[in-house]
Nanobody, 123 residues
Framework: QVRLVESGGGSVQAGGSLRLSCAASGSIFRINSMGWYRQAPGKQRELVAAIPSGGSTNYADSVKGRFTISRDNAKDTVYLQMNSLKPEDTAVYSC?????????????????WGQGTQVTVSS
């Protein structure tokens, strides 16, 4: 009923930039918070950045000043602009959204995840 589709991952050299996109579609009544998580091999998944429907954004300390999260509510899309990338940013990046579904399919608020996109930064 709800789908998150990510795009924009890839390989880049250290110091380069990438922009991730995540578009939500389906029986959406309201998108509450949206965010990006990442998981590197052998490590736990961590929050990279989050943006609520209103209010200030939130970033992991390791990406502050380098990454920018934004959202286009008209397109139900969240973006992650990643600049000054470092090898330690290499991970699978996943989009997350807390979505309230339409009353026609049973109004319910749940967390949804994208399929994940690989970001590889070489030194």
């Amino acid at each position: 009923q709800v789908r998150l589709v990510e795009s924009g991952g890839g390989s880049v050299q250290a110091g380069g930039s990438l922009r991730l996109s995540c578009a939500a579609s389906g029986s959406i009544f309201r998108i509450n918070s949206m965010g990006w998580y990442r998981q590197a091999p052998g490590k736990q998944r961590e929050l990279v950045a989050a943006i609520p429907s209103g209010g200030s954004t939130n970033y992991a300390d390791s990406v502050k000043g380098r990454f920018t999260i934004s959202r286009d509510n008209a397109k139900d899309t969240v973006y992650l602009q990643m600049n000054s990338l470092k090898p330690e940013d290499t991970a699978v990046y996943s989009c997350n959204a807390r979505i309230t579904t339409s009353p026609y399919v049973g109004m319910r608020t749940s967390d949804y995840w994208g399929q994940g996109t690989q970001v590889t930064v070489s030194s």
